[in-house]
């Protein structure tokens, strides 16, 4: 570990890392997608497109395709990411957190059925433009908001609701730790809840599935970091 204030860059399997003011023991902030690779990620669940466009992710739209996810090789158990992002008006997207990748025949706890192999489910930090940005959905498996779940519907205030800027780049902060998960869009806080399902699990940044006939669109992320917190 290097001293506070001493910077450090070390590029790996398409992340960088970057040691910048940290104080000792304190895990350093990786730089996603900075090196314009996909090195430690992997699509799954369908066969919409991802590039890397100087330091930005660039998801696209392919027509027919269900949702599809680009995934971290490993699972994470607690962490903090942030990220700005950019998304098409017509396009709901979003970023999971502690997903997990389902087997052949597999039924989660909470699903009405067994899912498709290679299917991704689990919390996702919702980014939209219809006042759901920021609050977190089960994917594919119980299929609502966990602020309806646990009972915290009060965080999703008028503030929250209006937090995310349609047309414009948007600040995400993701935090999770233990069961207790929080977002921020922009400063504001869009989600603050308690579940204990999912110990750990991938980060998986969507493009969602389009209806036929219509698109292709993008969305994109910008600023990407991530730092364990264990």
Not at 63 to 75: A, K, M, Q, R, Y
Not at 146 to 175: C, P, Q, V
Not at 193 to 206: K, N, R, T, Y
């Amino acid at each position: 570990m290097f001293a506070p204030g001493v910077m450090k860059r070390l590029t790996a399997v398409g992340i960088t890392v970057l040691w910048s003011g940290l104080a000792w023991g304190e895990a350093p902030w990786q730089r996603w997608f900075a090196d314009g690779g996909l090195g430690g990620f992997r699509i799954v669940s369908g066969s919409a497109t991802y590039r890397v466009d100087d330091g930005v992710l660039v998801g696209t739209t392919t027509e027919g395709s269900p949702n599809t996810f680009l995934v971290t090789e490993d699972p994470v158990r607690d962490f903090e990411l942030e990220f700005e992002v950019l998304v098409d008006d017509a396009l709901n997207s979003g970023v999971q957190v502690r997903s997990h990748v389902a087997a052949e025949g597999e039924k989660p706890e909470g699903a009405r059925g067994p899912l498709p192999a290679g299917r991704l489910y689990g919390p996702q930090c919702e980014i939209s433009i219809d006042g759901h940005a920021g609050n977190f959905y089960d994917e594919a498996r119980r299929g609502t908001w966990w602020s309806t779940l646990t009972e915290t519907d009060a965080i999703r205030t008028d503030a929250a609701r209006k937090a995310f800027r349609k047309g414009e780049w948007n600040r995400y902060r993701i935090l999770v730790v233990g069961d207790h998960y929080r977002s921020w869009i922009n400063d504001v806080p869009t989600a603050d809840f308690h579940q204990p399902h999912d110990a750990e699990g991938h980060i998986g940044f969507q493009v969602h599935g389009i209806a036929k006939g219509t698109g292709p669109y993008q969305v994109r992320w910008r600023q990407v970091r991530f730092r364990p917190l264990e």
